[in-house]
Structures are given as structure tokens and as C-alpha cells.
């Protein structure tokens, strides 16, 4: 018994120690903890509220051994209390009285002996009762005037500096929300209205900096990462690095695992083909995070479940290939398949995703999607829009300007669940180069040797047909049954439709349904088969690829009118005006005839004439080389190390231009614009200085819309591509003279179909928002200035010069 109290004598004379030099005990929220033990013990205290004061304590000991306990007990959380130091310890308005009463109660506790502990203990609380009020008063008061550890109340003052407008408003918010989140006391924000300007000026950037704080080390949202010295990507044909990264537990993860280690081989042998037409040129390595949004348990994943289903594989696919491509680039990966994963990547601190990140971003690039944007967003705060130029956004169907800005879109109709991240349209990465203002990422589909496409043709069953439609519900097609008939007529009908138990109803008893089949089995189906059939869904999948490249000719239905977001339910919200004019509009209009017919399947005769027709026709396999392991690789190696969306563009003056070779840089007197031969586009003139630009300037090809035409319409009709990295150059009155365009006014606004001209009112108008700047935009009353470019052959993405 004696032992024990020495002891707890012991563990309070080092806490009254380490509070001496103090002067004084902050208790506060703690004392209020303490008054709770003391309820807890099991009554050996009894904690009562007495007259006017909270504090008052009347104390029933048990005495004896519980003693012991006691002590200890006051012992620990007298080290709780401890932690409330740092808030007073420096104030310089301590009392005398409350000097004499700290010494006083220092000499109580100084004379603790074995006999008449109890009494004792009782005393101390009563003492500490007393001080407990009395430094209540104090901290309460100093709280009011604003004196904290870091500054005085004149330091604190709210400043009213022009340049910082919104610091009042944001100081008033956060007197008012700052607890609404953890990760403001995280930074250091306690209620006061220092803590307030601390960190508005040093995290965030609303506020201006503090006179009298340190700044030695730069604000967290301002924070520049010290550049290490850039290192060389070196080509990888290793992938079992990747794999690992890739994880487990999902069997989306197992069938991306599977498709990485088919195709490993093509990819080796892909790498070391670019490598060879790269000379072995540097390249930078990016470190690079990919964030895989829709297969976060956060975002449903609704696709994992469904794999062995007959559920969408398509952006499984295209992920695999991105992951797949980037890491044989040789660049540095982090693969995030969660949320708790991104946030551990990004440095996110604790919290609800109201503040930024704790330093400067990581990462080069971010690969994800949608799903992924919008995590991002609720866990990155404000440092999504300051980073948002690293962000690369996966996107099937593309996103048009006109719905990636905010309030553009907001005011103008084009708001939908998916759009309004005011990016630039080219961050937009798609499968298909449906939408040029977007950039094409694109998935790869096997490549076969000489020997395997000679074997396909030879072992070819003329009169065999494969049906694209792994799911019951899409041979739910109205009509169906007419051109089945007539297909079944012709031609041995097969399926690959998943079932559990027993055969689906809605496929016809002539179809061979083979069942969800294995990849390596679906592709032996298409090697013997001659027709691979669409009935009009899904739209723009890889499955038709995928035939083609092992021989198939692909039928596809030809839509009446095209679908779109405004007439069709699948395309409703998604943030895009393009209308589809059939299943695989890049299969109909990038490959075409033999290897794709495009029908309408309305038509019995013309659908009876092409199945005839596809009986005759003998055609190799063929697959476009933007779809091979090595055109994919160009691909996102040009982007990679050319495309930079955090580097403003410079303003685009005609008027700075120099004559090209001129050593003082004489101005230019003739036109930035000339005639091409055998064409009627204008080309960048040959005498100018170009400016500095990817796509070079040397690709651009000027020509004018016909009215109710878009951008990418009159490219294609003339065989080039819109490139919307050029509008910046010909959105100047340059173009119009050099297009002759009468104009008797010139405005300036913001709309996305400009830069465009009306002739009948002979009026002009240039683009104010260079992120409208839309290839997609047409207008019935307006012809378009529309800067086309050239691109490689079989890899539209690029231009002939772009490598």
C-alpha cells in the first residue's frame, strides 16, 4: 500500500515539474475530462455542479487500495491537461494571484505523505477547481482578443487588400464552417482568426502572406517541388512488374491480367520496332499515376461482377492496353484501384477533401475517368483545379468543348452529369477518333503473323456468321426475326449468348449458342467464320475489330436518322452532340468496304443483297495499324512527351511574326496565309517564322465550313483531320483576309462556333474562350474558319510531322 502511493506521489511531482516553468495549469476541456474520471471510477469520486461553477468538486474516496489507482489515474490525465499548454503558455498576462495560488498548490502537492492521502487529494481538487476557473477566464478572454501563440491581436486583423479580395468572405467562412472538417485542424487551425489567415495564405492562397510569420518554406498550394534531374524512359518488354501492380481480388483484375500476359509478346516485339524508328531518341520518364475510377467499390463497379456474364468488357480492354503501354514506354506507374489508394498516392490529408494537398503534386500525369475526376474531386479540394492540367480523362464517347465549359454550357443548354470540367478538350482521351477535339487513345487488338492470316483464309466456312451480342437482352431487338430469317437462309447462325441453366429465350432456336466463351475460343470462332453480324448495340465496341482483324467481314445496321442525345436514351447526357450513323461509325468510315458493310436493316432486299454479296467477297484479315501494340505505343509516346496543358499558350500576336532567316527579325509586310497547290486550303506561309507549336505549324491546312457544316466535317470532306491545337493561329483577321472573307464588322465573343463568318450579313466574329475552341460546332447561318491538318497514314491521330 505503501509502495503504490510513493508511487503515485512519485508520477504527480513529475507532472507538477514539467508544469513549473508554465506558471500556471491550462485545464479547461481537460479539467472537464477529469471531472469525468473521477464520475467513472466506479464511485470513488462524485462529480457534482455546485452553485454558479461548473469546476466545484465534492470527493468521496474509498481509500485503500482503489488509491493507488486513483493517483495514477490523475497522474495520466494530468499529461492529458499538459497538451493544453500550448495555447497560453506564452501569454505574458498571468496574475500574481494566480502565480501565488500555482505555488501553493505545488507546496500541497510537495508535502504528499502516505497518511491522510485521501484528505489530501480532496484539497488538491479543490485548489484545482478554483485555478480551473480562473485560467477558463483567461483562455476565453485571450481567444476573444485574437492572442495566440503566433501573433498578437494587430497581426490578426483581417487585411482588406485589393489583391486578395476574397479574404474577408473566407475568414468569415471559416469562423463559422471550420469544424465542418478535420483537415482544417489538421493544418493547424484552432478558432482563432490567426489560425484562420495562417492557413488561407500559407495552404490555401485566398489571403495575403503574414509579416510577421516565417516564410522561409513556400505555401502547400504554391509549393514547387524541387526539379530532380530528369531521367531517360528506356523501352520495358518485361511485364511481370506490371502485373503485380495490376492486383488481385477482382475478376475484372484477372481478365485485364489475362489479356496483358496474351498480348506480352506483341508488345515486346512492338517496343523495340518504335525504339528503332525513334533512333534511340530521349525521352522523358514520366512518373505517372493511373486511377482507375469505375472499378472503385466507391464508384458500384457494376462491370467486375458481370465478366463472366456476358457483362461489357470494353473498358477493361482499353485499360489494360493504357496500363500495358505506359509501362513498356518505360515510364514510372503508381496504379491506384481505390480511393484509399488514390489518397495515400496524392498525399491527401485526413478528412472530408475540403483542404489541399499537404505538398506539391507527385506526378507528371494522371491517367482515369469520369468516376475517378469526381473522387479526385472530393478528396483533392482546391488542389484538383490547380493540378487539373496533369489529368488525363479516359473517355468512351468524348466530350465536346461545348459541354466541358462550366458556364458556357450552364447558360447554353449543354450541362449534363458528365461535362463541365472546364479541362482542355484534348485532356478528353477516347477510343475511337470520333471526336477530335478530344485526343484518341485508342486499345490495341492482336496482330497476326503472314503465316496465321494465310491459314484464316484457307480454313474460312463460306456460309457461317457469328452474332455480335453476348448479352440476352440485345437479341431483344424489335424486328429481328425478318432479317434472321434471311440471314438463316444463307448462312449457319451462331452465338456467344451467356445463360446459367437453360437457353436464353429471345435467341432463336436456329442459332448454335456456344455460351459465354473464353477469348482464345471466341477467337478460333471468328477465324472460321465469314460474317460477324451487329444488330445496332453496344455502340463502338472492340468486338468488330477484333473480327475483322481475323478475317470477318462486319455487317452492321445503318441508323434512320443517326442517333444521338437527342433522340436516342443511351446517348442522353453524355456530354457530346455527335450523331452516330450506325454501330461502329469508325468501322464504317475508316475501314469500309470490303471488310465492313453498312445496311439498313429495315430494307429486306438491300439487307438479302448484302449477305450475298459478303458470300462472294473473299478478304484478308486486316487491322489499321493506329489499333497495333506499336501504333498504340506512338501514339501516347507523342503525347506524352509533347502534349503540355500546364503551360499557358502564349498570346498569338501576327503582328510580332518575323520574315524567316531575317537576322534582325524584320516584320513580315506579305500574308501569314498562302494558297496550297492542288488544293483550296491555305497553308502556313513558308517565309514566316513559325511559332513554336505541337502539331508544327507545317500540318496546317486553313479552309472555310459550309453553312450548318462543322469543323469536322469539312476536314474529312476534304482528307484531313481538324486539329483544334491550330485554332489559336488562324482566330485573327489574318485568316479571314487571307480566306477573302467580306467583313464589314469583327467582334470578339464567346461561343463555340467561332471563329466563323455570316455572308449574308457580311458579318465576323473570333473566339473570346480559347476552351471553345470546338472542331464539333456548326451553325446553319455561319461557315467556320476550320484549321485542318495532314496525318500519318493508318495513325490519324498524328500529324506526318508529329514525330
Not at 508554465?22 to 479547461?28: A, E, H, P, S, Y
Request: aromatic share 10%; with cysteine.
Amino acid at each position: 500500500m505503501i509502495t503504490g502511493t510513493i508511487d503515485g506521489k512519485i508520477m504527480v511531482r513529475r507532472c507538477l515539474v514539467t508544469f513549473k516553468p508554465f506558471r500556471i495549469f491550462v485545464v479547461g476541456i481537460g479539467f472537464f475530462s477529469l471531472c469525468f474520471l473521477m464520475t467513472s471510477l466506479g464511485g470513488q469520486f462524485s462529480a457534482k455542479r455546485l452553485g454558479d461553477s461548473p469546476f466545484t468538486i465534492r470527493t468521496e474516496v474509498l481509500g485503500g487500495v482503489e488509491s493507488r489507482g486513483v493517483l495514477r489515474k490523475i497522474s495520466d490525465m494530468l499529461e492529458v491537461i499538459l497538451k493544453r499548454m500550448d495555447s497560453l503558455s506564452k501569454l505574458d498576462n498571468t496574475s500574481t494571484t494566480d502565480a501565488r495560488r500555482l505555488d501553493e498548490l505545488s507546496s500541497a502537492i510537495n508535502r504528499f505523505q502516505p497518511a491522510g492521502l485521501v484528505e489530501r487529494i480532496q484539497a488538491i481538487a479543490q485548489n484545482v477547481s478554483n485555478m480551473a476557473i480562473r485560467v477558463e477566464q483567461i483562455l476565453q478572454n485571450s481567444m476573444v482578443q485574437g492572442r495566440v501563440r503566433d501573433g498578437t491581436s494587430s497581426q490578426c486583423e483581417v487585411p482588406r487588400d485589393p489583391r486578395f479580395p476574397e479574404c474577408p468572405g473566407k475568414v468569415d467562412w471559416m469562423r463559422a464552417r471550420w469544424t465542418s472538417d478535420p483537415c482544417y485542424a489538421f493544418y493547424g487551425v484552432d478558432g482563432s482568426d490567426c489560425s484562420f489567415l495562417i492557413y488561407l495564405s500559407e495552404v490555401e492562397w485566398f489571403c495575403p502572406p503574414l509579416a510577421w510569420r516565417n516564410h522561409s518554406s513556400p505555401p502547400t498550394q504554391h509549393a514547387q517541388q524541387a526539379k530532380a534531374p530528369k531521367r531517360q524512359a528506356a523501352f520495358r518488354t518485361d511485364l511481370s512488374v506490371l502485373l503485380d501492380q495490376v492486383g488481385t481480388g477482382k475478376e475484372s483484375l484477372s481478365f485485364m491480367k489475362r489479356r496483358i500476359r496474351r498480348l506480352a509478346q506483341q508488345w515486346a516485339t512492338a517496343a523495340n520496332r518504335l525504339d528503332a524508328k525513334l533512333q534511340q531518341r530521349w525521352r522523358d520518364q514520366k512518373k505517372i499515376l493511373i486511377h482507375v475510377g469505375f472499378l472503385t467499390e466507391e464508384s458500384g463497379d457494376v462491370f467486375s461482377p458481370k465478366v463472366l456474364k456476358g457483362g461489357p468488357l470494353g473498358e477493361m480492354v482499353q485499360w489494360a492496353d493504357i496500363l500495358t503501354a505506359l509501362h513498356v514506354l518505360g515510364h514510372n506507374l503508381k496504379i491506384s484501384m481505390s480511393v484509399k489508394e488514390l489518397q495515400g498516392f496524392l498525399g491527401v490529408p485526413p478528412g472530408r477533401g475540403s483542404c489541399p494537398l499537404t505538398g506539391p503534386l507527385p506526378f507528371d500525369l494522371i491517367y482515369t475517368d469520369y468516376h475517378g475526376l469526381q473522387q479526385m474531386k472530393q478528396h483533392m479540394g482546391l488542389s484538383l483545379k490547380k493540378h487539373k492540367c496533369h489529368v488525363r480523362v479516359i473517355d468512351t464517347f468524348g466530350t465536346e468543348p461545348a459541354y466541358n465549359h462550366e458556364e458556357y454550357a450552364t447558360l447554353h443548354g449543354y450541362r449534363t452529369n458528365w461535362g463541365y470540367w472546364n479541362l482542355n478538350a484534348r485532356q478528353y482521351m477516347t477510343m475511337f477518333p470520333h471526336t477530335p477535339d478530344n485526343s484518341f487513345m485508342g486499345f490495341v487488338s492482336e496482330e497476326l503473323n503472314e503465316t496465321e492470316k494465310r491459314s484464316i483464309q484457307q480454313n474460312k466456312v463460306n456460309n457461317m456468321a457469328v452474332v455480335y451480342g453476348k448479352e440476352a437482352s440485345m437479341w431483344k431487338l424489335q424486328g429481328k426475326e425478318g432479317f434472321l430469317q434471311i440471314l438463316h437462309r444463307y448462312m449457319e447462325v451462331h452465338g456467344t449468348v451467356y445463360y446459367e441453366t437453360q437457353r436464353p429465350p429471345e435467341v432463336p432456336a436456329f442459332v448454335k449458342n456456344h455460351g459465354l466463351l473464353p477469348q482464345h475460343e471466341l477467337q478460333q470462332l471468328l477465324r472460321k467464320a465469314k460474317l460477324f453480324i451487329g444488330f445496332g448495340f453496344p455502340y463502338e465496341g472492340p468486338a468488330p475489330l477484333e473480327a475483322i482483324a481475323n478475317g470477318c467481314i462486319f455487317l452492321q445496321p445503318k441508323f434512320h436518322p443517326p442517333h444521338s442525345s437527342l433522340n436516342h436514351e443511351f446517348f442522353r447526357g453524355k456530354p457530346t452532340s455527335r450523331e452516330v450513323s450506325s454501330q461502329h461509325p469508325y468501322a464504317e468510315q475508316y475501314i469500309g468496304k470490303p471488310h465492313v458493310m453498312t445496311v439498313d436493316y429495315n430494307n429486306s432486299l438491300e439487307f438479302d443483297s448484302a449477305i450475298r454479296e459478303i458470300m462472294r467477297t473473299k478478304v484478308k484479315p486486316y487491322l489499321p495499324y493506329e489499333y497495333t501494340c506499336e501504333g498504340m505505343l506512338e501514339r501516347v509516346h507523342a503525347y506524352i512527351q509533347h502534349q503540355d496543358f500546364c503551360a499557358p499558350d502564349p498570346a498569338f500576336i501576327p503582328a510580332n511574326l518575323s520574315k524567316q532567316g531575317s537576322a534582325g527579325g524584320t516584320r513580315i509586310t506579305g500574308p501569314l496565309f498562302v494558297p496550297l497547290p492542288n488544293s483550296t486550303a491555305l497553308g502556313w506561309a513558308s517565309n514566316v517564322t513559325a511559332p513554336p507549336a505541337w502539331p508544327p505549324l507545317s500540318s496546317l491546312r486553313l479552309l472555310v465550313s459550309q453553312e450548318g457544316q462543322s469543323c469536322v466535317e469539312a476536314c474529312q470532306s476534304a482528307g484531313f483531320i481538324c486539329e483544334p491545337a491550330h485554332f489559336r493561329f488562324i482566330n485573327n483577321k489574318e485568316a479571314l483576309r487571307g480566306l477573302e472573307v467580306q467583313c464589314e464588322v469583327v467582334d470578339s465573343e464567346i461561343n463555340h462556333i467561332l471563329p466563323a463568318f455570316s455572308v449574308v450579313r457580311q458579318e465576323c466574329g473570333l473566339q473570346r474562350e480559347p476552351l471553345l475552341f470546338s472542331c464539333a460546332g456548326h451553325s446553319p447561318k455561319y461557315r467556320r474558319l476550320c484549321p485542318c491538318r495532314d496525318f500519318r497514314r493508318g495513325q490519324v491521330a498524328l500529324c506526318r510531322n508529329c514525330l
